[in-house]
C-alpha cells in the first residue's frame, strides 16, 4: 500500500469491487475484528472544505504542510484540492536502490499522520466520516450497507480476543487512535443490525503477539472451528445463489428458441448500444448513402470501407438504430465480428443469422447442417419464401476479421444475385495486399456502387470528439489541455488515435511533442505501462492475454502472474499478493481498451478494439521464442504440470468437474489451440482422440470441435485426410442434435455411418478411426440412444444431394405427407407397436427392430384414434363410432351401439374384474352422445350394459379409467365452477363430487394410478390469470392429499404409484417430479428448449419419455424418475408426427414426416448385452406379413 506514489490504492480496490458487483454475484466474507487497517489520506478535498481547513488550522507550519501536498484543480467539477503524487516532493520514492526507496516511505509514513492529526483538529464529525474513512469502511458501505442482496449473503468472522495486554485495545490515548476505535465501533453496531445473526460467526480467541499459530492447539482449535462455520455458511450461500440465478436467468431457452441465441444477441445488442452511444462524429452522409441503398433495388451486397480505426463500428451501430426508424417494419438482423466466440467465424455468424431468421419468420428452428454452403442456401430461401412483405436487413462489422480462405467462399456467393427483399451490409477495413479481405471481396463485388469509403473527420469534428472523448475520461474540461492536445490532431484525426491521446491525457501519459499516428500513440500507452507498471510484468500480462483464445478470467490471470517470481514478494503474507493489484492496475490503466466479456459461460477479460489487439500482439507475443514460452505456460496450466504449486493459487483442472455432468470448458477449449501452435497439429492428441473428442463435445460444443478440425486443416479443409474429412462431415450434419446435448454423439454417429460402413462405402475405407468409433457404438461409454434404422439420420452422401435440390430448402424436408398419427405400444412386449394413419385409413402393426409391417388393415373407414384391448385387439375410434378389430386375422369383430360426441369422443376399453357378475371381463366405457351419460359397453356384443348419469343437465368434458378398472373419473363443465366426479366401476355408483371453492379443475391435464388409489389433476383459479396449479386426491377418502403450485403453467402431466410420484412439465421447459408420500419436489429436469406437451412412462412407471409434439423442440429425452438423470436424449433431423416408448422404457419408436417407415431407437450402454434375434412373434405366425383391404373385403 505504501508503495502506491500516486494514491491509486483506494480507487483500486474500491474500482475492482464494483467491477465484481456489475459483472458476477458477490459474497463478501469479512475479517474485521480490533483495528481499520491503515488510514490514508484523502486524495481529493473539495475547495470550501479544504480551505475552511486552512483557516482553522491554526499554526503556520500545519497550514504550509498542507498547502506543500495538495493543490488546487479548478477543472474538476466541483472545484478540489489534489493530494499530490509522493515524488513529488519525495523523489526517492521512485529509486531503485532499496534503502533509499525504504528511507522515503518511512518518511512518507510522518507526513501521512502529521496530515491526518491536522484534519482530525479541523475537521468536524461530519467531515472526517467523509474524508478520512478507511479503504475497508468504503467496501464495506459500497458491498454490504449499499446493497440489500449482497447485505444477505455477507458473512462477518468477528475475531474475539482474550487476554489481551494493556495497549494494544482501542483505549489508546492519541486522537487518531480514538477516532478509529469511534468509527470502528459505529461500524461494528451497523453490521450488527444489517447482517443476519447466523452469518455473524463471532469466535474467541486468545491473544498472542506472533499472531495465530497451528501448533498452538487453542488457535488450531479456533482456526477449525472457523473452517467450519464457514465452510457451511458459505455452502448455503452459494447453494441459494445458484437456485437464485436459475429464476432470474433473463435469456432461457422458450419454446424452441434457444436461450444461447437469445444470449448472443443480447451482447451484441448491448455493444451496438454502447457504441452508438460513444459515437461524436457528424456521419449523416454516410448514413444518408446508406439508406438509400436498403430503399433500392439493388441486389448486391452494401461494403462500408475504411482504415483501421477510422469509426467503421460507431458508424454501423448508428447505422443499425437508424434502420429501426427508416424502415420500422423490417427485420433487422446485425452482427459485430469477434465480439463472442459465436461470431469469430464466418459459419458461426450464419447460423446465428439463419436460427433467427427462422425464429422470426416461421417461428421455430429445422435441421440445417453445419456448413456455409448449407446456410447460404437456406438464407435464400427463407428470404423468398417467407410471407411478410418487409425487407431483411443483414448487417456485419469487422468482416476483415474473418480469415481470408473463408471470405474468399463468402464472395463467390455474394457475387450473385440476392433476393429482392434482403439487403446485406459491410464494413471492412482497408488493405493493400490482394489477399487481404477487403481486395477478396473488391474483386468479387464488380459494382462500383457496393463501396462506400468512411471519410476521415475533419479538423471540427476531430475537436469536438476530443472535448466528448475528455470530459468522459478525465470529468473535467482543462482548456489548457486540450489546446496542446489538439495540436497533434494536425498529423492525425481519426476516432481511435483521439480516444488514445485523450486517455492518455487522463492517466498523465501523453506526449504533448510528439507526432505520427494511431499506432504510434497506442505504443506509446503501452510505453507509459512498462515505464509506470513495471516492463517485464506488462510484457508477461499481456503476452499471456494475447495468446488466449477468447481472453482470460480473472482467476486465471492471477494463478497464472502469481506462479512467476517477478510478481511475489516475501514481505507481503501471501507472496503472490503483489500479483492481484498489478492486475487491478493494469485493468486501471489500459480502462476503454479492455472489455470484460461471456465466453463458454465464463467472464473473460479481452481487447476491446482490433487494432488494439493487433498491435499488442505483435510487440509482446510475436511468433518466436516468447510466443512459444507464452503458450507452454497457458498449456501447463490448463493441463496442470505446475512444478511449484502456490498455495492457495493453484487448482486442479479435470477436464471432468464432475463425472457426467460438469466439465472444464476453459480448459477443453484452450488446450488445443495451444498445442496447436506450439506443434503444429492436434489430430493424434485431440481431434482423433475418443476420450478428449467425448468430453469436449459434453463440456464445450460441436462448433468448437469443428473449429479444431479447421484449425488443422489450416483454413483448407479440403486438405484433411480421410479420417478428419468424414468427422468433419458427420458433425456438421450432427451439430444441431450436438449442440443441444454432446453426449448424443454416438447416437449420431452410428445413425450416419451405418449405411456407409455396411455397404463398404470408399469413404470409410481409410477412416481406421471413424470405424473404431462406430464399432464402439454397439456399447457406448457414454449412455446413448442408438438407431436400428440406416435412414433415420442423412448420412454424408445424402448433404451432396440435398445442395443440389435448388428447389427445396431444408426447412421443407419436414413438412411432407402425415404417415403416423398415432403410434401405440401393445399391452406386453418390446417387439411391436401399431400405428395408424387417418389420411391412408390404415392400422399397421410393426417389427420396431426390423422396421417392418406384420400386419397391415386398411380401408378403415375414417380412423381417428386406437386404444389396445390386448396383445391382438384394438378399439378403433371410425368417425364417430367405436369398433373392435383382431389385427392379427385382420378381421372385423363388432361395431358399438350409438355414435360418440363430436368434440369430446372419450372412451376407454377396460379389464371389469370378475366380482362384478358380468361374463366378459373386457368392455368398454366411453361418454355418450349428448355428454351426460357414461356407458359401460360389452366389447363382444356391442351393446350397452350400464349407464352412469350424475344428474339432469350436467355436461361431462373428459373421461379417466384406472387401468384396473375399478375406478372412473370425468370432468363436469355444468357446474361452476368445474367438478371432478369419481364413480366406483364395481357398484356403479358416484362416489365422490371434488370441489374446491373458487377453482376449477383443468380436467383434460389429469392422470390416474393403475390401481385406482390417486387422481391428480391441474387446477386453477377462476379469476386469477395466473399459473394453474396441480392437487393430488386420495380416492380411498375422497381428500385432497397434496397440492402443488411450482409458479408455471402444466403443460403435461403423469402419476406412477410404482414410482411413488406425480411428473408434471411447466411452461418455463422443466419438469417436475413430486414425491406423492412427502409432497416434495424430488427433482427438477432440465434439458428441453420448449415446453413438452408429451409425457410417457413405461409399464413399470419407473422411467418416463418427455418431448414436445408440436415440433418446435424435436428432442427426445428419457428420465429416470427414481434419480432425477438423464437416461439419453436424441434429436432427430426431421420432424415426427407420432412416438411411443416400448414397455421396458429401453426403446423409442418414431413416425416421421414424409416417411412410410417407423424409426426406432435404442437405450445401449457399455453394460448391454449384445443384440440377439428374438423369436417372439405377433398372433399367429401363418399371418406374418397379411394385408388386409376392408373395403375389398365389403365387395
Known amino acids: 500500500m505504501w508503495n502506491q506514489q500516486d494514491h491509486q490504492f483506494p480507487e483500486l480496490c474500491l474500482g475492482e469491487l464494483q467491477r465484481q458487483l456489475e459483472v458476477s454475484y458477490v459474497v463478501p466474507v469479512l475479517f474485521l475484528s480490533n483495528s481499520l487497517g491503515e488510514s490514508l489520506l484523502p486524495k481529493t478535498v473539495e475547495q470550501q472544505d479544504f480551505e475552511m481547513s486552512l483557516k482553522n ?657 489450416k483454413g483448407d479443409t479440403a486438405n484433411l485426410d480421410a479420417d478428419l474429412s468424414l468427422l468433419l462431415k458427420v458433425l456438421e450434419m450432427s451439430a444441431n442434435a450436438l449442440s443441444y446435448d454432446g453426449s448424443q454423439f454416438f447416437g449420431q454417429i452410428y445413425g450416419r455411418l451405418q449405411s456407409l460402413i455396411q455397404s463398404n462405402s470408399p469413404d470409410v475405407s481409410k477412416c481406421s478411426f471413424m470405424k473404431k468409433v462406430y464399432e464402439e457404438c454397439e456399447k457406448p461409454r457414454v449412455p446413448s440412444f442408438v438407431p436400428l434404422s440406416s435412414t433415420l439420420l442423412h448420412n454424408p452422401h445424402d448433404l451432396a444431394a440435398l445442395l443440389a435440390q435448388e428447389s427445396k430448402s431444408f426447412q421443407e424436408l419436414g413438412a411432407g405427407e402425415v404417415y403416423f398419427d398415432q403410434i401405440t405400444r401393445l399391452k406386453s412386449g418390446n417387439e411391436y407397436v401399431v400405428s395408424l394413419s387417418t389420411s391412408n385409413e390404415e392400422v399397421i402393426v410393426w417389427d420396431v427392430n426390423q422396421a417392418k409391417p406384420v400386419r397391415t388393415l386398411r380401408g378403415v373407414p375414417n380412423p381417428n384414434d386406437l386404444k389396445i384391448i390386448d396383445n391382438t385387439r384394438v378399439v378403433l375410434l371410425c368417425g364417430r363410432e367405436l369398433q373392435i378389430f383382431n389385427l392379427d386375422d385382420g378381421s372385423f369383430v363388432s361395431k358399438m351401439k350409438g355414435i360418440m360426441n363430436q368434440k369430446m369422443p372419450y372412451y376407454s376399453p377396460v379389464s371389469v374384474p370378475a366380482s362384478t357378475g358380468l361374463h366378459d371381463e373386457h368392455h368398454i366405457v366411453s361418454l355418450s352422445r349428448n355428454r351426460m351419460y357414461v356407458n359401460l359397453m360389452n366389447l363382444t356384443s356391442g351393446e350397452c350394459i350400464s349407464t352412469f348419469k350424475v344428474g339432469e343437465d350436467r355436461f361431462l368434458n373428459s373421461l379417466i379409467v384406472s387401468e384396473n378398472g375399478k375406478i372412473l373419473v370425468c370432468g363436469d363443465e355444468t357446474q361452476k365452477p368445474f367438478p371432478l366426479l369419481v364413480w366406483d366401476l364395481n357398484s356403479k355408483k358416484l362416489i365422490y363430487d371434488l370441489r374446491i371453492p373458487h377453482h376449477e379443475f383443468v380436467t383434460n391435464l389429469s392422470a390416474i394410478t393403475k390401481e385406482g388409489h390417486f387422481v391428480c389433476c391441474v387446477c386453477r383459479e377462476v379469476d386469477d390469470p395466473g399459473p394453474n396449479f396441480i392437487v393430488v386426491y386420495d380416492l380411498q377418502s375422497g381428500t385432497l392429499f397434496k397440492k402443488w403450485k411450482p409458479g408455471y403453467s402444466t403443460h403435461a402431466i403423469a402419476i406412477s404409484a410404482q414410482g411413488g410420484c406425480v411428473i408434471n412439465s411447466l411452461e418455463d421447459n422443466r419438469i417436475l417430479v413430486w414425491d406423492l408420500v412427502t409432497g416434495a419436489c424430488k427433482h427438477s429436469l432440465h434439458k428441453h428448449t420448449a415446453p413438452a406437451d408429451t409425457l410417457l412412462l413405461d409399464h413399470t412407471g419407473a422411467r418416463c419419455l418427455s418431448y414436445d409434439s408440436i415440433g418446435r423442440d424435436r428432442t427426445v429425452c428419457l428420465w429416470d424418475l427414481a434419480t432425477g438423470t438423464l437416461f439419453a436424449s436424441f434429436t432427430p433431423d426431421l420432424p415426427y408426427s407420432a412416438c411411443e416408448v416400448s414397455n421396458d422404457g429401453c426403446g423409442v419408436v418414431f413416425g416421421f414426416k414424409g416417411r412410410r417407415d417407423v424409426a426406432t431407437i435404442l437405450y445401449r450402454t457399455e453394460q448391454s448385452e449384445e443384440k440377439v434375434d428374438k423369436e417372439e412373434s405377433f398372433g399367429d405366425p401363418e399371418n406374418a406379413g397379411k394385408i388386409t383391404d376392408l373395403k375389398s373385403s365389403d365387395k
Open 57 to 713: 488550522v491554526g499554526d503556520v507550519e500545519s497550514r504550509s504542510l498542507l498547502e506543500t501536498w495538495y493543490e488546487i484543480d479548478t477543472h474538476a467539477e466541483p472545484p478540489c484540492y489534489r493530494l499530490k503524487p509522493v515524488s513529488a516532493h519525495l523523489p526517492k520514492v521512485r529509486s531503485t536502490t532499496e534503502e533509499e526507496k525504504n528511507q522515503a516511505i518511512n518518511q512518507w509514513r510522518g507526513i501521512v499522520e502529521q496530515i491526518l492529526g491536522i484534519f482530525l483538529r479541523v475537521f468536524p464529525a461530519e467531515l472526517r466520516d467523509t474524508y478520512l474513512t478507511t479503504v475497508i469502511e468504503q467496501e464495506i458501505h459500497n458491498s454490504i450497507f449499499m446493497s440489500r442482496e449482497v447485505g444477505k449473503r455477507s458473512v462477518w468472522c468477528h475475531r474475539v480476543f482474550t487476554q489481551l495486554p494493556a495497549g494494544q485495545d482501542a483505549n489508546d490515548s492519541t486522537p487518531l487512535t480514538k477516532e478509529k476505535s469511534r468509527r470502528l465501533e459505529a461500524l461494528h453496531n451497523e453490521l450488527k443490525n444489517q447482517l443476519s445473526t447466523s452469518h455473524i460467526l463471532r469466535l474467541l480467541v486468545k491473544w498472542e503477539a506472533d499472531g495465530l499459530s497451528q501448533d498452538n492447539a487453542e488457535h488450531a482449535a479456533y482456526l477449525q472451528e472457523l473452517s467450519g462455520q464457514l465452510s457451511t455458511q458459505l455452502k448455503s450461500i452459494l447453494d441459494d445463489i445458484i437456485e437464485e440465478d436459475k429464476g432470474k436467468a433473463v435469456w432461457k431457452s422458450s419454446y424452441g428458441v434457444d436461450g444461447l441465441l437469445c444470449s448472443e444477441l443480447m451482447q451484441h445488442t448491448i455493444f451496438c448500444q454502447q457504441s452508438a452511444n460513444t459515437c461524436s462524429i457528424p456521419l449523416e452522409n454516410t448514413l444518408s448513402a446508406i439508406k438509400q441503398y436498403i430503399a433500392s433495388d439493388k441486389s448486391y451486397p452494401l461494403v462500408v470501407h475504411g482504415v483501421k480505426g477510422c469509426g467503421k463500428t460507431c458508424l454501423i451501430s448508428r447505422a443499425v438504430q437508424q434502420c429501426l426508424n427508416w424502415f420500422p417494419d423490417a427485420l433487422i438482423v446485425y452482427r459485430f465480428v469477434a465480439l463472442t466466440p459465436e461470431s469469430s467465424t464466418l459459419v458461426q455468424i450464419l447460423r446465428t443469422v439463419v436460427n433467427q431468421l427462422t425464429c422470426l419468420i416461421t417461428g421455430r428452428t429445422f435441421w440445417i447442417p453445419h456448413n456455409v454452403d448449407c446456410y447460404r442456401k437456406e438464407l435464400f430461401k427463407l428470404v423468398s419464401s417467407s410471407p411478410q412483405a418487409s425487407s431483411i436487413i443483414i448487417i456485419i462489422d469487422g468482416i476483415d476479421e474473418l480469415d481470408p480462405l473463408v471470405v474468399s467462399e463468402l464472395s463467390c456467393w455474394l457475387s450473385e444475385e440476392m433476393p429482392s427483399r434482403m439487403k446485406i451490409i459491410m464494413s471492412c477495413s482497408e488493405a493493400s495486399e490482394d489477399t487481404s479481405v477487403f481486395q477478396i471481396i473488391k474483386a468479387s463485388l464488380k459494382h462500383e456502387d457496393a463501396f462506400i469509403s468512411v471519410p476521415n473527420p475533419n479538423q471540427t469534428a476531430a475537436e469536438g470528439l476530443l472535448t466528448a472523448t475528455l470530459l468522459q475520461y478525465c470529468h473535467s474540461a482543462d482548456g489548457d489541455l486540450q489546446k496542446k492536445i489538439s495540436s497533434r490532431l494536425k498529423h492525425c484525426t481519426l476516432p481511435l488515435y483521439i480516444k488514445v491521446l485523450a486517455w492518455q491525457a487522463s492517466i498523465g501519459s501523453v506526449d504533448l511533442s510528439g507526432t505520427g499516428d494511431t499506432r504510434s500513440v497506442i505504443n506509446d500507452l503501452f510505453d507509459y505501462l512498462e515505464k509506470s507498471l513495471g516492463k517485464e510484468k506488462v510484457e508477461y500480462t499481456l503476452a499471456l492475454l494475447c495468446a488466449s483464445r477468447y481472453g482470460l478470467c480473472d482467476s486465471e490471470i492471477l494463478d497464472l502472474l502469481a506462479h512467476s517470481p517477478t510478481f511475489c514478494s516475501s514481505v507481503t503474507h501471501l507472496d503472490w499478493a503483489p500479483a492481484s493489484l498489478f492486475l487491478a492496475q493494469l485493468c486501471q490503466s489500459l480502462g476503454p481498451f479492455l472489455e470484460w466479456g461471456s465466453a463458454g459461460g465464463s467472464l473473460v477479460i479481452r481487447w476491446r478494439d482490433q487494432l488494439m489487439s493487433e498491435i499488442a500482439k505483435e510487440r509482446y507475443l510475436g511468433k518466436g521464442e516468447t510466443s512459444k514460452k507464452t503458450r507452454k505456460l497457458l498449456l501447463d496450466y490448463f493441463k496442470s504440470n505446475w512444478k511449484d504449486k502456490k498455495n492457495g493459487r493453484f487448482q486442479s483442472q479435470p477436464s471432468e468437474v464432475q463425472p457426467g455432468n460438469s466439465y472444464q470448458r476453459r480448459k477443453l477449449e484452450e488446450i488445443p489451440v495451444q498445442e496447436f501452435h506450439l506443434d503444429g497439429s492436434i489430430k493424434k492428441s485431440y481431434l482423433c482422440n475418443l476420450k478428449w473428442l467425448v468430453e469436449k463435445l459434453q463440456g464445450s460444443s460441436v462448433y468448437n470441435v469443428i473449429e479444431d478440425i479447421v484449425m488443422e486443416s
